[in-house]
């Protein structure tokens, strides 16, 4: 037995560590900026979080909880198959917001309450100003409006942009239409390229109003293109329209549209 055997391999052995302690000394002195690679927890907290407008949700929405049938619900169904009954229904209370007013006409006091603080935020945020062009219209009024667009440009015409009596969501008092502050475009198309309208496109649904009448969706709702015709169907509905990309009343809820009365 060799009894300088085992200092020899503890002489080796610690030659070693000496070396390789130095190679590490060495190499941190040639790069000095070099940093130990952070942990993926610490990498992923450093990293810019992302900002965006959240997509707006409705936590467990009930589709049936308010009736689409009885013109006293905010989420009533009336267009050309779908008339309202009765026939000549008036909303039991109507009111006048402190708006300014093209023809003063009242609405229902949730789309006042509504529309009051839609035209406050259109004006704290865009410093636009708008009014109401028309709101609730009876029976008796629609049909003056009807008859009057039907003797001006013939029945044809006129039931491709004024509602038949009875199928007026005016007369619900659920309607409004807005126009701009000074007036630009009013009752036309163009008004959905004016800052009004592409504001209130944008914005409308945060309010509890819907876009009713959409320019790619006529063959649905019967009408033609109205950017200035607002629908107040309440925020939680709105919101939920919005979250799912749902244009229309007839589409979500699976009714019959179209542009044939019934």
């Known amino acids: ?93 109507l009111v006048y917001p402190e708006v300014t007013y093209v023809n003063r006409q009242p609405m229902r006091p949730e789309v006042a309450e509504a529309l009051v603080a839609m035209f406050h935020a259109g004006k704290a945020e865009a410093g636009l100003d708008f009014s109401v062009q028309s709101a609730y219209r009876s029976f008796e009024s629609q049909t003056n409006v009807y008859n009057d667009d039907a003797a001006r440009n013939g029945a044809a015409y006129a039931d491709t942009d004024t509602a038949r009596p009875g199928h007026s969501e005016h007369q619900t008092g659920l309607a409004v239409d807005i126009s701009a502050v000074p007036a630009t475009c009013s009752l036309d198309a163009c008004f959905a390229h004016t800052p009004q309208g592409e504001w209130l496109a944008a914005n409308a649904w945060r309010f509890g109003f819907l ?52």
């Open 1 to 93: 037995m060799n009894p300088t055997g085992p200092r020899r391999r503890v002489a080796a052995v610690a030659v070693a560590t000496i070396v390789l302690l130095a190679v590490t000394a060495c190499s941190a002195a040639d790069h000095p900026s070099r940093k130990p690679a952070p942990s993926k927890t610490a990498a992923h907290a450093s990293r810019p979080v992302p900002t965006s407008t959240p997509t707006p949700t409705v936590a467990g929405f009930d589709k049936h909880a308010q009736s689409i049938d009885d013109p006293a619900s905010t989420w009533v169904v009336v267009n050309k198959p779908r008339p309202l009954n009765p026939l000549a229904y008036a909303p039991p209370s």
């Open 211 to 262: 876009l009713r009448y959409p320019a790619d969706k006529v063959a649905v709702t019967g009408f033609t293109f109205e950017p200035w015709h607002f629908r107040y169907v309440g925020v939680p509905l709105a919101t939920q329209l919005k979250s799912t990309n749902v244009t229309t009343l007839e589409e979500f809820f699976g009714v019959p549209g179209g542009t044939e009365y019934h």
